[in-house]
């Protein structure tokens, strides 16, 4: 038996808990238990039940207003090419709830994810508390990276404030993507109190970088550092040498997930653990004197991989981040930028993509969550796009079936008219599989694009017209 079920049959013993649930019982609690929570009390009580995993742990926290799942993936990434085991707890996830766990880039296996989840919710009931799904899936990430002895993790904070399930960690680094405003919600904008508010989980040797490009925001964030007696490190100044297109929609989230691999190689990381003659980060004793001819016949025949060139091997296989499936026909795009920021940086890669090879077909998607994207913003760049572009856009409504998104669809036959007045090729459609039906005989089979985007639920309805159910 293993140690994880040998404590819940101890405590089950003891306090007559309930019987462990199955895989789809789990689910249907983490599905209806999206609440929100003001603070980490309830947590804190189950996180000392467990042992402190929070504690026992080198944890990254990443935030920001988009590129956080990019950043977490690219850092993981680096430093597993450093020898380290890394673990990264995303949110949210598109079909799974699998998804939201990984350590070296492998999703949890349901039987590990089953076992995590009894033992959490076990834990809860022995201390007469309840848990919200965010919560509850927190603390089996931080116990699976436990279990599994990993030496360094990377968390998604999606609340920017100490509410955030993740935030009962200690974070070694806190990382800050970049800071937009919310341009549906104008009590949502970016102020210094904002900023103070997210760096309240710094501790004193907590090391703060950002990827933000506001100088306004960045002596913000700088002040607030310091006085909580964290270090801060110089923002990014620079991309990261991906291939094309993704430097320049994706350098500088890889850009940022070096500096934190850095930071940690330098600062965090057991030097003993390390192999350093393979080490694209660690810094090596200079040699003296001339090198052998033995030393450079070695080296001749086997030269050291580079950090540029990790970078230019590189790509993004994180689903739903301008991920391209080219073996399709059409070839489709998919990108869940869900608010105006995002939906700039798929318009660019689009053009980008274009100037690479010119389309001959170009078919949006759209199913946006009214509450996200900002229909005059949208419009605005949508016109500008088009005038440069040749595109046809179909918008369809999104059933919004994520649990804990709660995402909620435009007015389909509104938005289709508004963009009709500007001049440009709209329809509107019943359902996803209606639109995705006429943009494939829309568009040329070998040179055409149809691209999905608007929201998490748009990505989803793909992947369940496809009958994919695990990605």
């Known amino acids: 038996m293993s140690n994880i079920n040998k404590r819940q049959e101890g405590s089950r013993s003891s306090v007559g808990i309930s019987a462990p649930r199955n895989y789809n019982e789990i689910i249907e609690f983490l599905d209806s238990h999206w609440q929100t929570r003001a603070d980490l009390t309830a947590l804190k009580k189950v996180d000392a039940a467990l042992g402190f995993p929070s504690k026992s742990l080198n944890t990254i926290l990443v935030t920001g207003t988009n590129g956080k799942g990019l950043t977490i993936h690219f850092a993981s990434k680096l430093l597993k090419e450093e020898g380290l085991k890394v673990g990264a707890f995303y949110s949210p996830h598109i079909l799974t709830y699998n998804e939201r766990l990984v350590i070296n880039n492998e999703v949890i296996g349901n039987k590990a994810f089953v076992d995590l989840a009894n033992e959490v919710l076990a834990a809860a009931q022995t201390s007469e508390v309840s848990l919200t799904s965010r919560e509850m899936l927190t603390m089996m990430a931080l116990l699976h990276f436990k279990n ?6 990377l968390l998604e904070m999606v609340d920017t404030s100490t509410a955030d399930a993740v935030t009962i960690c200690n974070p070694k680094i806190f990382a800050i993507t970049r800071l937009t405003d919310d341009e549906s919600n104008p009590k949502n904008e970016i102020t210094a109190n904002t900023i103070h508010a997210m760096l309240e989980v710094v501790k004193a040797g907590t090391h703060v970088v950002s990827a933000d490009q506001s100088k306004l925001n960045l002596q913000v964030m700088l002040d607030a550092t310091k006085a909580r007696n964290g270090i801060w490190s110089m923002p990014i100044r620079k991309l990261a040498i991906l291939a094309y297109p993704f430097e320049q929609l994706h350098g500088r989230c890889a850009a940022l997930a070096e500096r934190i691999c850095q930071i940690f190689i330098d600062n965090l990381a057991n030097k003993d ?24 016949r070695k080296k001749t025949e086997n030269p050291k991989k580079t950090l540029e060139q990790f970078w230019k091997d590189e790509v993004s296989d994180l689903p739903a981040r301008f991920q391209i499936l080219d073996k399709e026909k059409p070839t489709i795009l998919l990108d869940n930028a869900r608010n105006i920021d995002a939906l700039k940086n798929l318009l660019l890669g689009v053009r980008l993509l274009h100037y690479q090879r010119p389309l001959k077909g170009l078919i949006f998607i759209f199913g946006c969550d009214s509450k996200q994207m900002d229909v005059e913003e949208f ?8 005038k440069k572009n040749s595109c046809q856009v179909i918008f369809c409504p999104i059933e919004g079936k994520i649990p804990g998104m709660k995402e909620e669809s435009w007015n389909v036959e509104q938005i289709t008219n508004d963009v009709k007045s500007l001049k440009i090729k709209a329809k509107s459609a019943k359902n996803f599989q209606e639109a995705f039906e006429i943009a494939k005989k829309s568009v040329d089979e070998r040179n055409g694009l149809v691209v999905i985007s608007g929201s998490q639920s748009i990505i989803y309805e793909f992947w369940q017209y496809k009958g994919i159910k695990k990605i």
Request: charged share 30%; no cysteine.
């Open 148 to 153: 599994n002895d990993v030496e360094v993790v």
């Open 273 to 296: 653990t390390l192999t350093v003659e393979n080490s694209l980060l660690a810094k090596q004793k200079g040699q003296r004197g001339r090198p052998t001819l033995e030393a450079k």
């Open 379 to 386: 419009l605005r760049l949508l016109r500008y796009f088009s």
